[in-house]
């Protein structure tokens, strides 16, 4: 069974990963296994899930936590030359990472792995404003998604298994029992959202679009803002004026957004929703830490509706 399980892995994304044979070269040198970078907490939370019980496996997180948009993070010289001792990288790809295109620009560097190639995404939905920038096109924040973290984490199963075929049935144990937990946590978000269903939200953040999906949240109005950033003045004006015009209940917003802003919503008749986007986080080596946040998530959307309601 276990061998059937992970020949079905193996088949999932064998093409995401580049310059698997530089791994195995390190791989023979050290005989101890590898070093692995993820490029943001919430592909690190996903790696830990998968890399669980690996023997020499030694798992990092490539760079610190941001109050603003992970997107937007800038690469620096120290940045690559960390990046490029490891054995490995695991990237989500697809725009997720500003600095994609100078990883891999080693000529002996550690291999990447792409988690998110061939995945479908969602577009960027109406904006509010004149600036696309990133804004505009594929949406790469799937993992605030169960269905979406569960994608990912199998991607990167299936790869790992083609680096370290020697652990091959122990990445296929680590996915299925992964994959269980997040399906279990879906259903505990599910459950937290009853009869919260088709409620109408604006998403002021871009990877918030995928929670309110999975939530049954209706989208009626998105802004473009990185997270962290602040709205005053005109601005702030015209977005009152969209969330009047969308007809929106309440607003999600990522938690380290500016209290003035959420306050200023909040005045304006809104219910506010803070939601943990996963980009404010320390490298904690702990496996359940996706769990833990997007249950909190969801209680969130839960509390915002029915402690108003007894207030």
Not at 44 to 72: K, V, W
Not at 271 to 285: F, N, P, Q
Request: net charge negative; proline share 3%; glycine share 10%.
């Amino acid at each position: 069974m276990k061998k059937r399980s992970a020949a079905a892995i193996c088949l999932c994304a064998c093409l995401c990963l580049a310059g698997c044979g530089r791994v195995m070269d390190r791989y023979e040198e050290k005989k101890t296994g590898y070093t692995a970078a993820a490029s943001c907490y919430p592909i690190y939370c996903l790696c830990l899930m998968a890399m669980e019980g690996i023997e020499g496996a030694e798992l990092h997180c490539l760079i610190q936590p941001q109050d603003g948009c992970l997107r937007a993070y800038e690469w620096s010289e120290w940045d690559m030359r960390k990046a490029a001792e490891y054995d490995l990288l695991v990237l989500g790809g697809r725009g997720l990472e500003s600095y994609g295109s100078q990883v891999g620009a080693w000529e002996d560097g550690p291999a990447v792995l792409t988690v998110m190639t061939g995945m479908e995404l969602l577009g960027q939905g109406q904006s509010a404003g004149e600036d696309g920038s990133h804004f505009e096109g594929e949406n790469p924040w799937l993992f605030l998604s169960p269905d979406g973290a569960e994608k990912m984490l199998k991607s990167i199963c299936a790869n790992l298994q083609g680096l370290d075929p020697e652990y091959e049935e122990k990445y296929a144990e680590n996915y299925e029992k992964a994959a269980e937990k997040i399906r279990i946590l879906g259903e505990d978000m599910r459950y937290a959202g009853l009869g919260l269903e088709g409620k109408r939200a604006a998403c002021l953040q871009e990877g918030i679009v995928y929670f309110a999906e999975f939530m049954g949240i209706g989208t009626v109005y998105t802004y473009p803002r990185e997270s962290g950033e602040n709205v005053v003045d005109n601005d702030l004006e015209a977005l009152l004026e969209g969330l009047h015009e969308s007809g929106a209940e309440a607003v999600l917003i990522e938690e380290q957004a500016p209290d003035s802003l959420v306050w200023a919503l909040e005045d304006a008749g809104y219910r506010v929703c803070r939601i943990d986007v996963l980009s404010a986080h320390m490298e904690d080596g702990d496996a359940e830490g996706y769990i833990r946040i997007m249950k909190e998530n969801a209680e969130r959307w839960k509390e915002t509706w029915y402690e108003k309601e007894q207030k």
